[in-house]
């Protein structure tokens, strides 16, 4: 079952905003601001559930001293090819996985990067341009139990794939190619503007982002049309 949520929020001209914003990269900085509060405030006031499944309580938010906050980063590996996304799997192995926009999903575990990737799709998927790849990654929230897991890339025609694998029984830091199912294909009508993230709801449904489709500034107004799926935030069941 597909349920689309459009973002049919505000559509604003660039032209218009021109003498508020000096920059283009502001102007669609406070668009994307704007358009995700008012979504947090319509998910706050319906959020969607399954039947039977109570809206989650969100936690109190809590006031920090920020003179107690000290930051640093820390090198934990190196030579990875282009990573995009890093998920936990929540099966308790403390294992961390990279996803890597050529087409590979390696894997950090105690030891560091292991040499062999966990799924390597490499051939399917098509890079050649700066906003195309191996784009999303999530595991089923029984992962541990189903060694379900599913990922969003654009495949070699440039159309965007939402795929289900499994990984191995006998060995938990393997999945095979061919253990491939999609889920849905969604043409794309330009080379960026993809989205590719992908995440479990708090009502059990795979989130899945598409993007506009490109060009620049959505020249086909898929953002704003609820007939296609681009532009969308879509639940799958």
């Not at 669609?28 to 704007?34: A, G, H, N």
């Not at 001293?65 to 308790?92: E, F, K, N, Y």
């Not at 403390?94 to 926009?101: A, S």
């Not at 897991?149 to 990984?167: I, K, P, Q, W």
Request: glycine share 10%; hydrophobic share 35%.
């Amino acid at each position: 079952q597909l349920y689309i949520e459009s973002r049919r929020l505000f559509h604003w001209n660039s032209e218009s905003l021109s003498a508020c914003f000096p920059t283009w990269s502001t102007m669609k900085f406070f668009s994307t601001v704007f358009s995700a509060a008012l979504l947090a405030a319509h998910l706050g006031a319906a959020w969607p559930t399954r039947e039977g499944l109570e809206r989650p309580e969100l936690p109190a938010v809590e006031t920090v001293d920020q003179s107690q906050i000290s930051i640093a980063l820390q090198l934990v590996v190196t030579g990875l090819q282009r990573p995009v996304s890093v998920r936990a799997a929540g099966d308790g192995s403390g294992r961390l996985f990279v996803v890597e926009q050529p087409g590979q999903i390696r894997i950090i575990d105690r030891d560091g990067l292991r040499p062999t990737p966990f799924l390597d799709i490499a051939s399917r998927v098509r890079d050649a341009s700066n906003e195309q790849g191996l784009l999303g990654l999530a595991f089923h929230p029984e992962y541990a139990e189903n060694r379900r897991f599913f990922v969003n890339y654009t495949d070699l025609s440039g159309s965007t794939v939402v795929a289900e694998y499994a990984s191995s029984e006998d060995d938990p830091n393997l999945s095979s190619p061919s253990s491939e199912t999609i889920i849905m294909t969604i043409e794309q009508p330009y080379s960026n503007h993809n989205g590719g993230d992908l995440a479990f709801g708090p009502d059990g449904y795979l989130w899945i982002s598409t993007g506009d489709g490109g060009n620049g500034g959505d020249p086909q107004g898929n953002g704003q049309n609820p007939e296609t799926l681009l532009g969308k935030l879509l639940r799958v069941d």
